[in-house]
T-cell receptor, first 112, second 114 residues
Framework: SQQGEEDPQALSIQEGENATMNCSYKTSINNLQWYRQNSGRGLVHLIL?????REKHSGRLRVTLDTSKKSSSLLITASRAADTASYFC????????????FGKGTRLHILP | EAQVTQNPRYLITVTGKKLTVTCSQN?????MSWYRQDPGLGLRQIYY???????DKGDVPEGYKVSRKEKRNFPLILESPSPNQTSLYFC?????????????FGEGSWLTVV
């Protein structure tokens, strides 16, 4: 079954505003990661949150994890034009140690 | 510098002409994987390898082959490419999958099959 479904599929906001993206998954996980992809480029790791953590911060990024709802959110504060990219969540299953599954991503566009 | 290098970056080929996309990583990673990315479908895993001489099918393996003879290299082979294999391909590696290890991606290979 598909893990990691991001929501919304696309998001446009003004520069300086905060951007929030959500990720839902279906089976229990050990870890959830967020990745960023600039147009047509490889994905780059942003932040990891483990299943026993509820919130992590890294610079302008804030990630939350709610294992009871099987969901995570990525908040980018004070957005910049350079934040324009696609953002993916990736989960590794508690029951399979050979699988990490990426969602379909949220396309974020920061308007000047 | 930690890198996953894939070649070629861009390729236009004809139906049925065998091609190989190479992938090499310099981080001594055990885990390597190939993905394809298509609009609206996200990243789909083609094949993965947990270590040398160990490969497994991902979600969309049909029409592809891989090999892992050395730890650093994981080539993707299209024996008889077809137009539905036109896509953006990514090679990725990690120390090992799971445990929250970071996955490192190559820059992608744009493949067009005509």
């Amino acid at each position: 079954s598909q893990q990691g479904e991001e929501d919304p599929q696309a998001l446009s906001i003004q520069e300086g505003e905060n951007a929030t993206m959500n990720c839902s998954y279906k089976t229990s996980i050990n870890n959830l990661q967020w990745y960023r992809q600039n147009s047509g480029r490889g994905l780059v790791h942003l932040i990891l949150i483990r299943s026993n953590e509820r919130e992590k911060h890294s610079g302008r990024l804030r990630v939350t994890l709610d294992t009871s709802k099987k969901s995570s959110s990525l908040l980018i504060t004070a957005s910049r034009a350079a934040d324009t990219a696609s953002y993916f969540c990736a989960t590794d299953s508690k029951y399979r140690d050979d699988k990490i599954i990426f969602g379909k991503g949220t396309r974020l566009h920061i308007l000047p | 510098e930690a890198q996953v290098t894939q070649n070629p970056r861009y390729l236009i080929t004809v139906t049925g002409k065998k091609l190989t996309v190479t992938c090499s990583q310099n981080m001594n990673h055990e885990y390597m994987s190939w993905y394809r990315q298509d609009p609206g479908l996200g990243l789909r895993q083609i094949y993965y390898s947990m270590n040398v001489e160990v490969t497994d099918k991902g979600d969309v393996p049909e029409g592809y082959k891989v090999s892992r003879k050395e730890k650093r290299n994981f080539p993707l082979i299209l024996e008889s490419p077809s137009p539905n294999q036109t896509s953006l391909y990514f090679c990725a590696s990690s120390v090992r999958v799971g445990s929250g290890n970071t996955i490192y991606f190559g820059e992608g290979s744009w493949l067009t099959v005509v």
